[in-house]
């Protein structure tokens, strides 16, 4: 029976072993004519270049792979710190400011781009090296390890740059030293004192401080002392950077504690030409404008009232264009004082000419009543320019001499005989001076019977007082 079962097995592979040999001469030619069709192709696409390599492996395929295998990254918890449980890990900032994008009064902030580079070292990514050359990657294997984290204090918005790539790079030396670069544009607050605006100086600090690490994790400090902050050419449109130095300080915290905290300090000191241009010629020359109407004929009621109303509307304009750009502050500002005192000279030759206008009319309607109209008179035509009675339109005549009666003639005798009296007394002697005091309501009466003087003292006192007040506000300022 078991020669029987061997025979029929020996049959069967004396029957399979031809086909075999069959199959195994076809597959080579299946894979030849595969061959064959993708070099067509190769022909078509390349303009008759044929290339039967195409399906040669690539040799940075596994770069990632094998880096993170030198480094040893699967080897190690990175979400702990360097050197966890022991001293704080030094952690060194060098930062290079790339541009001050712009400044805001109204939202009291600044952004600035910037280059903010860590330096450190982690031993658990030491790795042997022959040529001691270090090796750089990009984002894509700094999510993988432990890295400082940094943020920006009193920050309002912040963004990484991702054009076209994260702008962020990470240098490995092989004894473990780390340099993780970021490019960065932050929005941060800037605390400015408007008090002394637009002669003013600011002071702004961009601060830098680890988020979840304390002083006894964590320490941070300027790598190269104040070598260590370095910025391009910046040029801004209204100020001038002053001087740009780095600082250290402490931050506490109640819950958490103590945290090393990194400053850069600029100082920021406005150009006074656009203002001058925009604010303070314009209101000089209102205020001069003003004083045009000493000049003017009193009683040109409607040329010197549309000059004085044209002038108060158009300070107000100006006043209400500078506190719009401006943030809504509880304390005067220097650009506040001059409008304002500015405004003040304009509203006063306003109410000058309503008093000189006032004291006038007074005049004439006295002057009106005590003397004499001629038939010939119109009333109507003498008024029609500016609505008051003119002088030379009136022809006052001189009083009638009264009758003499009892009651004069005494009077008259009293007269004589003060007039007698005062003649008789001894002159004063010398060192002595004879005053004559004038009452409030005397002096009154002769500025409305001579109103044209209010003119001829205000074309003077206006204009130096008002050159008083340049002087002690320019003086008082500039010197901040």
Not at 19 to 35: I, W
Not at 90 to 109: A, T, W
Not at 130 to 144: G, H, W
Request: hydrophobic share 40%; charged share 20%; with cysteine.
């Amino acid at each position: 029976m078991n020669l029987v079962l061997l025979a029929f097995r020996l049959m069967c592979l004396a029957w399979l072993w031809p086909v075999t040999l069959l199959n195994g001469s076809q597959r080579p030619n299946k894979r030849r004519h595969k061959d064959v069709y993708l070099g067509e192709n190769t022909k078509n696409q390349h303009g008759g270049r044929i290339d039967f390599k195409m399906k040669k492996s690539d040799s940075t395929k596994s770069l990632l792979i094998k880096s993170e295998q030198l480094l040893r990254i699967e080897d190690h918890d990175f979400a702990m710190r360097p050197g966890f449980g022991g001293a704080a890990i030094p952690v060194g900032i060098d930062v290079q400011v790339e541009s001050i994008d712009s400044i805001s009064e109204v939202n009291m902030d600044f952004t600035m781009t910037l280059y903010l580079r860590h330096y450190w070292q982690d031993d658990r990514l030491a790795f042997p090296s022959s040529s001691n050359r270090s090796r750089t990657f990009d984002a894509r294997l700094v999510k993988k390890i432990w890295v400082p984290d940094v943020f920006f204090v009193h920050s309002k918005r912040s963004f990484i740059h991702d054009t076209t790539m994260e702008n962020i790079m990470l240098r490995v030396y092989p004894d473990g030293n780390i340099l993780y670069s970021v490019r960065i544009t932050v929005t941060a607050l800037c605390a400015m004192d408007f008090s002394s605006f637009p002669l003013d100086t600011q002071n702004c600090s961009l601060e830098l401080e680890s988020y979840a690490y304390n002083e006894n994790d964590l320490m941070l400090y300027w790598k190269n002392g104040n070598d260590s902050l370095r910025t391009d050419e910046i040029v801004l449109s209204q100020f001038f950077i002053e001087e740009f130095h780095p600082s250290f300080g402490l931050a506490f915290y109640s819950s958490t504690g103590w945290y090393n905290r990194l400053y850069i300090n600029f100082i920021l000191r406005r150009h006074i030409f656009f203002f001058m241009l925009q604010t303070y010629f314009p209101t000089m020359l209102m205020v001069m404008l003003s004083w045009v109407s000493f000049w003017i004929d009193r009683r040109a009621v409607p040329a010197r009232v549309s000059l004085g109303i044209t002038t108060v509307l158009t300070m107000s304009t100006i006043i209400t264009g500078v506190s719009a750009s401006m943030p809504q502050v509880s304390y005067v500002k220097a650009v506040d004082i001059y409008l304002w005192a500015s405004f003040l000279f304009v509203f006063l030759s306003v109410i000058e000419y309503a008093t000189v206008n006032y004291f006038t009319t007074v005049e004439e309607m006295k002057k009106l009543k005590g003397g004499k109209i001629p038939a010939n008179f119109n009333a109507t035509q003498t008024m029609a320019f500016d609505g008051c009675y003119h002088d030379n339109d009136i022809d006052l005549m001189p009083f009638p001499e009264l009758p003499s009666t009892p009651n004069t003639e005494r009077s008259r005798t009293a007269t004589l005989r003060n007039s007698r009296n005062s003649a008789a007394e001894p002159p004063p002697t010398e060192g002595t001076r004879l005053r004559r005091k004038k009452s409030i309501k005397h002096n009154l009466s002769f500025i409305m019977s001579n109103s044209y003087m209010i003119d001829s003292y205000s074309r003077v006192i206006f204009p130096m007082t008002y050159l008083l007040f340049n002087i002690t506000y320019w003086s008082l300022y500039s010197s901040r």
